[in-house]
């Protein structure tokens, strides 16, 4: 978990504001200059085809344009939008630490409260105990204004990262983003909780997908030999589907990564693939019925993948990472991952137990 | 075939502008902001993952940018394609003209 107490006495309102002022300009710059080529690129007087093919050009370019700018400006009002937030973070942590030292009390950077008055003596152990009860509330007190500030900026940070653009220029960003607050639950699970979380999860989505009759293994991937060393220390084996066996695997040593979630939506999204392949018409005349959401286009282009199947060893990472199957299930990963916060979490923790 | 009935000027005129707005284009940082962002909310995701899709944002304009300022390479193309087209017909008139004067 790597959002502290200790980190939120930096968190800063300013630089929100600062941010959010950058922002709007970059906005409004990239708005005057998509608004010159909607306007000027091509002059009125051009004729004919090559005034066909720089009109195509021009809406391609104007189309990429705005889909970012609408992307960005949405996510500049949430940064603004966060700005007053932000503010009473600041603030609360400042009064949590003055009255911290007012009260005789210490808070560490991971939030936790201590007693730090000076011994004192008593004429009784009445008094002893009273004043012992007393401490401990105020302890308690102050270490529940911790959790709620931490809770506020949890908030903040969800409702950014959710904002982020989508599409357009993003898609060369990261493509496994957990939203922090599944990123915190995440971290307080066993990782008992966490297979069988992840083992439900598998099977939820495979019905949801029309796959069924298979096994979900959390095991070493790294190690498949069982010598104790790492097979091929230059890869990441976090998952896989095996259409042979029928089996789903998901690594054990990635359990504590919350982007385990999206590995598994990954791995029966390839499931979901190989069923829509065998799922294909044999004759003309047959319609498709493959599984839900599935065109038969994307069918037909994931059977031809599969005959080709660039693998990173062979063809190289860049290969492998760009086929279809594998840009299709990324995307499924990615998509799953930006749907689940921690309510979505807990409803799959609750009926996972 | 593509017809221009703009003088080159106009269509060289046409392509600066591109040209500038490209630039405006690549002047648009978010990698600036998102970095703004990322020093305000220390331990926080946002400040842990925007600045990679702030790189890929940047990255994604300046492409956006090479492409206008490709479009804008097209249209002085054209505007010397017209030229040259203009400096051939008049060329030819002038061959004409003498050609024709001389034979009467």
Redesign the interface.
């Known amino acids: 978990m ?3 107490f ?3 006495r ?7 504001s ?2 959010s002022d ?2 709007r ?3 409004l ?2 708005e ?3 608004d ?2 909607e306007s ?2 091509v ?1 009125d ?7 066909w093919t ?1 009109s195509a ?2 809406a391609v ?1 104007v189309a ?2 705005t889909r ?1 700018i609408e992307g ?1 400006a949405d996510f500049e009002r949430q ?1 603004y939008a966060q700005i007053g937030p ?1 503010a009473a973070i600041e603030q609360a942590v400042q009064d949590i630490l003055s009255d911290a030292t007012a009260d005789q009390l210490a808070v560490d950077s991971s939030g936790s409260v201590s007693d730090v008055a000076p011994r004192r003596t008593f004429a009784n152990r009445f008094e002893l105990q009273e004043h012992q009860a007393s401490r401990q509330r105020a302890v308690a007190h102050l270490a529940a204004r911790v959790r709620e500030v931490l809770d506020d ?1 949890y908030a ?2 969800s409702a ?2 959710a904002a ?2 989508h599409g ?7 493509d496994y ?4 607050e599944v ?1 915190r639950d995440w971290a307080s699970m066993s990782d008992e909780e966490r297979r069988r979380v992840l083992e439900h999860l598998a099977v939820q989505q495979a019905r949801d997908a029309g796959v069924d009759d298979f096994e979900v293994r959390i095991e070493d991937l790294e190690d498949a030999d069982g010598d104790g060393k790492d097979d091929d220390p230059t890869t990441d084996s976090r998952g896989s589907w095996s259409e042979g066996d029928r089996v789903l695997r998901v690594d054990e040593d990635d359990l504590a990564d919350p982007t385990i979630l999206g590995t598994v939506a990954h791995e029966v999204r390839h499931a979901q693939q190989h069923k829509a392949v065998d799922d294909l018409p044999w004759w003309w005349w047959e319609d498709y019925d493959g599984p839900p959401g599935v065109t038969q286009e994307e069918a037909e282009e994931w059977r031809d993948n599969f005959a080709d199947y660039q693998t990173s060893e062979d063809d190289g990472f860049d290969a492998y990472r760009d086929q279809p199957v594998e840009k299709d299930a990324r995307e499924t990963g990615g998509d799953h991952l930006d749907d689940l916060d921690s309510d979505g979490l807990d409803r799959i923790r609750t009926e996972a137990r | ?6 003088e080159p000027d ?2 060289r005129a ?1 392509a600066s ?2 040209r ?3 630039t ?2 690549r ?4 990698a ?3 970095a ?2 990322a ?8 400040a ?3 600045p ?2 702030a ?3 940047d ?3 300046d492409a ?2 090479s ?2 300022d490709g ?1 804008a390479e ?1 249209l002085d193309a ?1 505007a010397a394609d017209a030229e040259a087209a203009d400096a051939r017909a008049q060329a030819l008139q002038e061959w004409l003209r003498r050609f024709l004067g001389g034979g009467s």
């Open positions: 790597s959002l502290t200790g980190r939120l930096s968190w800063r309102a300013a630089g929100v600062a941010a950058e922002l300009v970059d906005v710059t990239m005057k200059a998509r010159v080529v000027d690129a002059p007087a051009w004729t004919g085809l090559g005034r720089a050009r021009q370019l990429r344009m970012h960005l940064v932000v900026a903040v940070d950014l990262l982020r653009p357009s220029f993003s898609d060369d960003g990261p983003v957990v939203d922090p990123e | 075939m593509s017809t221009y009935q703009v106009e269509l046409t502008d591109l500038s707005a490209a405006r284009a002047a648009a940082a978010a600036d902001a998102v703004a962002l020093g305000a909310l220390p331990g926080s995701s946002t842990k993952v925007m990679a899709f790189t890929a944002w990255e994604g304009i956006w940018a492409s206008v479009f097209g054209a």
